[in-house]
């Protein structure tokens, strides 16, 4: 179906390129930076699966190419007698001995470019997967003007051994970070708080019970059963029951003294460290992002974290 004449054909493309446009013009060009990284991913992979193919083919050629002389070493009766004679196996005749040489090579190869292919697939896949994280976040801003670049310093070029230094320490600052987020957010509240929700609880369900006072008010009566007692809320009439709540407090009490169990965050101060946490996390991955751009600028290539932050990554940008 085409369109009238006179009237464009706006897609979801068109839309997208729409917003593109209207970003800062260092974060715009970061966008189109990781569009052609995640292309490059793309055709490097190609490239080591042609590769991987071909080495893989030659293997199999190559086993088949040395599977012909194992066998006429194997029908050389003469040889066999020989070793059986001297009680030690007889060695593969020369044209044996270079078909199993070039056998494994061919092994080698085959598993080096089979390595080369893993690496080739995991690097495409992280640069896919944070290009679709990147445009999930151009996509639900409300207005994409405000995805302000994050300028940093461009320092002098470093050795790579330097570089990889900088950032085994950069990333151990991020994960002790993500770790201590996942322990403040998993941690449970003061002992006192829980105790208070029990009891808050109980109380609760205890101002529920209505003893079946009808019942023994009747002319004609008969003790309530068991099964008559049911609709009045027996969980509301256990909740009156001392004893039942000194059993749930005795089993907070135990909760909060089993190993492993993180140390209790006070509520009013949940929130806040969180947000600092989420800050100095910030703060490695800006820090990070800045070493990968350094050394893309040198020539040298390191490949970002499969889960890095995708607006760090968006937003950071060198001085020019």
Known sequence: MTAPQGFAVVT???????????????VAQKYRDLEEQ???AHGALVAALTRAQDAHRELVSAEASATIPQDTDRRDVDRFNRARQRGAPEPPSPRAAAALAALDRARDREGSRRQAR?????????????????????????????LVPVVVERRGAKTPREAAVDLEAV????????????????????????????DACFDELA???EPPISDFMGRIYSPPSHDSLMPYRLMAFFALVPEIRATFHAAAERAYSRPGTPAPVPVVEYKARLATLADRRRQAEIAEEQLVLEAAASGMTIARRPDADPRVVLCVVLAE
């Open 12 to 26: 979801d493309a068109t839309r997208f390129e729409e917003i593109v446009a209207s970003l800062p013009a260092p």
């Open 38 to 40: 995640r292309d490059a």
């Open 118 to 146: 893993d690496e080739a697939q995991a690097a495409w896949e992280v640069a896919d997967r944070l290009l679709d994280a990147v445009r999930g976040i151009l996509r639900a801003n409300g207005d994409p003007s405000l």
């Open 171 to 198: 990333r151990a600052r991020i994960s002790a970070a993500t770790d201590e987020l996942r322990t403040v957010e998993q941690a449970p509240v003061p002992p006192d708080v829980t105790a208070e929700r029990i």
């Open 207 to 209: 101002a529920l019970w």
